[in-house]
């Protein structure tokens, strides 16, 4: 009997060696994966760190393994613009994801994490056409941002020059304006609920990130540490939906097809219209497509903001070069973005802020629909791919000396902004390229003129240097960090 079972154990082993060693022979080499836990040991060190590491060694593609789930990375802007741009046909689905279906709990999967299909086309398209429609942007909708930068900027006084983290106020500030276009409201700074929902959602973000392993090993969820991880992020992402569903059933009770306030009411236009593949959709679409647009529409353009003011601190010559610009340029005007173009070293400063601190290193990951050939590498049909976003913002060729923080690599000798910049793609590129792009680009430059216009940040008296490395979950996050905003007489 024993010996049976040493027979079986063998054959076991045997099957599994062949087994992988023909699998990957279908992916792009890259670096040695060990049995079971793959390259995930390495990883643990910071994925967009260990990966510009392995892109020296391996090149622009390689393959590294998650667990037993071989991922393709896609590095520097010939590999990610041919795949994500030459073959977006190819190139653009999404893998399915434990934590993902585990905290969507809708039949719709809405935006972000739906496969290329044409239910996603549509429902991307209609999103954006009643975006556009409630100006999300454009300058019709520059009022409702001013404003919020104005509330943002008395919040900011209300400090007093006392150190405090800017976290929450950004986020309360930023996420006004999506709601205002979404949800057709705003709420004050100092409203309970609205506080709690956006400390949800960077908890959501920091526990997924800690939670990732479920992604490879879903059966981890049994260990009980890993499991209250999980439990925390499902807890997130249930109140988060519970608070979309109130205002969408709000919008249902009062929904006038002559009246359209805002974009629930266009998706519930859609449907009442019977929009052909909207309506075939999983009634509860709408809530995944909402809660998808409110949070991306928060997190991303907020912590970008935190970035700013982190590295305004740490470079107060660049922080003087700014305010400079602004004094001259707009002197006590109100910021608007039909005067961008008079700003351009302030327009590059944004700029370069999303270049060093990308976001999104790895923007989301996508998934390949059929076989392609990608510079030379054959990626099969069904692979989980990471483009690397990271890698082209560090890229020597195009920035000389990356990690030096420095806006005029935006600028041309004139100090005009440049026209043109090749290996930056902060939104990514392709059919799933970022559907907020014009609207944080509006945002981003309206928050950061707005307060740079008011205001001399600082570090409190004896504060350590703020770390730049930043945390890696769904996004890349500054540490938590307090800051002095001094207003300028
Ligand atoms: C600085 C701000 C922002 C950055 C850097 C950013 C970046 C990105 C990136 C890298 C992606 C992944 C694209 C891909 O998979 O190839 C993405 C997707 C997306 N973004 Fe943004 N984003 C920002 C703001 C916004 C805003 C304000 C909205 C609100 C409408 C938004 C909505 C979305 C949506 C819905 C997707 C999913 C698109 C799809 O799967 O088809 N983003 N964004």
Known sequence: MELLLLVALALLGVYLYVEN???RRKYPPGPRAWPIVGNLRDLARGQHRVFAEWQLKYGDIFTVWLGSRP????????????????????????????????????KGKG????PYSPEWKETRKVALTWLNTFGAGKQSLEPTIVQEAQDLVQVFKDKHGQPFDPTVPLSIAVSNVICSVVFGRRFNHDNERFSRVME??????????????????????YIPSVRRKMEGVVTCADENRSFVIEIIQEHSETFDPNNIR???????????RGNRILSELPEDNIINVIRNLFAAGTDTTATTLRWALLYLVKNPDVQ????????????????????REHLPYTEATIREVQRIRTIAPSSLPHETTAPATILGHQIPAGTFLVPNLWSLHMDPK????PE?????RFLEADGQLAPRTESFLPFSTGPRRCLGEQLAKFELFIFFTSLLQQFTFKLPEGAPPPDTQGICGIVLSPRPFQICAIPRV
């Open 262 to 272: 805002d974009v629930i009411d266009g998706f519930l236009l859609e449907e009442h």
């Open 21 to 23: 060693v023909w699998l």
């Open 200 to 221: 949800l959602v960077s908890r959501y973000i920091r526990l997924s990130a800690s939670a990732q392993a479920l992604n490879v090993y879903p059966i981890l969820r």
């Open 111 to 114: 935006i972000v994490t739906a």
């Open 320 to 339: 003087r070069k700014v305010q400079d610009e602004i004094d001259v340029k707009l002197g006590k005007q109100t910021p608007s973005m039909l005067l």
């Open 71 to 106: 991922a393709v990375v896609l590095n520097g802007q010939d590999a990610v613009k041919e795949a994500l741009q030459k073959h977006g046909d190819i190139f653009s689905s999404r893998p399915g994801l434990f934590l993902w279906r585990r905290t969507i709990r809708t």
């Open 398 to 401: 195009y920035w000389p000396d």
């Open 404 to 408: 030096r923080f420095d806006p005029t």
